[in-house]
């Protein structure tokens, strides 16, 4: 029986009921003196006072999966990852006018310890932006992780891959930056040749707290699945050397935001290629955080709810042409049973592979111990980095064009305007 099995807070709480009521029952015919009435007196007190202690953490340790099963609690996992075979076989967004300001406020990008320190060509470089959604007129805060060869002089022309990391709920930029380290771990996987130059940004799916609005365009409310996709494409590569095609864009979450990653990519294949879902689920559902996201009960609420359940599009529709890693537990995570149904489910060309960890329950001492493996994983299924894409030139005359390549080639090569140099956007 796990340590979150409900049938345990059965029990601790039938067994506090059982001490409180003997003690109640009992303490008239144990107010006598002498030693051994006093020690019965105690004994009663410590164990009515034991059990409601156990029930407590019983409760809090479910409601935080802590520690979901004994051998996470006595000695945690012993760290075994395994990585299985994927299933299945081995264009480019329009902007929108959307824009990334620079120069949102840093306060809490300063306050994070263990940021690297050094030259932008040696180290890469933080920044706190904000990123405006024209269409869906949503703003977010977003951490960027720009790599060393993204300032290096032989990489100015050169453009880069994109990994965004969604947050759970309520999770925030702050606590994956400050307690998973994922840009910090990045950084270093790439230092180590363990990840090609990858541009890492963090950012929320959680647009309106408190509201959880599960990523989707809300019947009514937040677009939010639009401010995920094509708005937030759009705003990075307006400010920064990134490739714009979708295998070079991949998503990573965890919990919530591990389910927003799988749905995002599977529901825009031409916009990201890959995706790693840690401890997410595979649909979408309303509680007291999300409140209605899909409109009143007929047949358009059904449809959009299918739509975003990944089990039923697996069943129901094409299979989308991406990559998709997702983890779970073979002890303690709760969605053991929805991943083996969605690997059984995945076909060419979608592949999906699984990453199984021995135990541990959906908390961030699991996620840390699968976070390297996953970036590792997920690196090598992006597009490396490449030459600068050209705009495409307007039509003209044979004299026209002849003309304008030997102007280009009097002129000397255009230098790269860093992007701290670039003009901020109001917002």
């Known amino acids: 029986m796990d340590l979150t099995s409900s049938r345990l ?10 001490c409180v009521c003997a003690t109640v029952w009992l303490w008239p015919r144990l107010a006598r003196r002498g030693v051994h009435w006093i020690a019965a007196r105690l004994g009663m007190i410590l164990a009515s006072q034991l059990s409601v202690v156990l029930l407590v953490a019983l409760m809090l340790n479910s409601y935080g ?30 902007l929108h006018g959307s824009k990334l300001v620079l120069a949102a406020d840093s306060a809490a990008l300063r306050r994070q310890p263990g940021l690297p320190q050094g030259p932008a060509d040696q180290v890469g470089r933080y920044d706190a932006v904000t990123v405006v959604g024209t269409r869906s007129g949503i703003s977010q805060q977003a951490y960027v992780y720009l790599p060393p060869q993204y300032f290096q002089a032989r ?109 995002t990519t ?17 649909s979408d559902y309303e509680t007291g955080q999300t409140g209605t996201l899909f409109g009143p009960a007929g047949p358009a609420r059904t449809s959009l709810l299918n739509s975003y359940n990944l089990l039923w599009r697996l069943r129901n529709l094409a299979a989308p042409n991406v990559k998709v890693l997702v983890a779970t537990t073979a002890h303690g995570e709760r969605d053991y049973p929805a991943t083996e149904e969605f690997l059984r489910l995945v076909r060419p060309p979608m592949q999906a592979t699984p990453m199984v960890l021995s135990s541990g329950g959906h908390n961030f001492t699991t996620w840390q111990l699968e976070l390297g493996p996953a970036l590792t994983w997920i690196s090598r299924q992006l597009l490396p980095p490449g030459p600068v894409a050209e705009p495409p030139a307007p039509r003209a005359s044979a004299t026209a064009t002849a003309s304008a390549a030997a102007s280009r080639q009097a002129r000397p090569a255009p230098q790269h305007r860093p992007v701290a140099e670039q003009p901020a956007v109001p917002g």
């Open 65 to 94: 999966d802590f520690y979901p099963t004994w051998h996470d609690l006595v000695g945690g996992s012993d760290g075994t990852v395994t990585i299985g075979r994927a299933s299945g076989e081995e264009q480019a967004a329009s």
């Open 155 to 263: 990489f100015q022309h050169t453009a880069f891959p994109v990994l965004t990391s969604y947050v759970g709920y309520p999770g925030s930029i702050q606590g994956v930056l400050a307690v998973l380290k994922l840009q910090q771990g990045a950084a270093k996987q790439m230092a180590a040749g363990r990840m090609q130059a990858t541009v890492v940004v963090l950012i929320s799916q959680t647009v309106a707290p408190p509201r959880d609005t599960d990523c989707v365009d809300v019947v009514g409310g937040p677009k939010v699945e639009t401010y995920l996709s094509g708005d937030y494409r759009a705003a990075l590569r307006s400010a920064y050397r990134v490739r714009p095609e979708p295998g070079a864009w991949g998503l990573i979450g965890f919990s919530e935001g591990g389910t927003c990653a799988l749905e």
């Open 266 to 282: 599977m529901r825009h294949p031409d916009m990201f290629g890959a995706a790693v879902s840690l401890g997410g689920e595979y």
């Open 9 to 18: 807070e059965y029990a601790a709480g039938l067994l506090t009921l059982v």
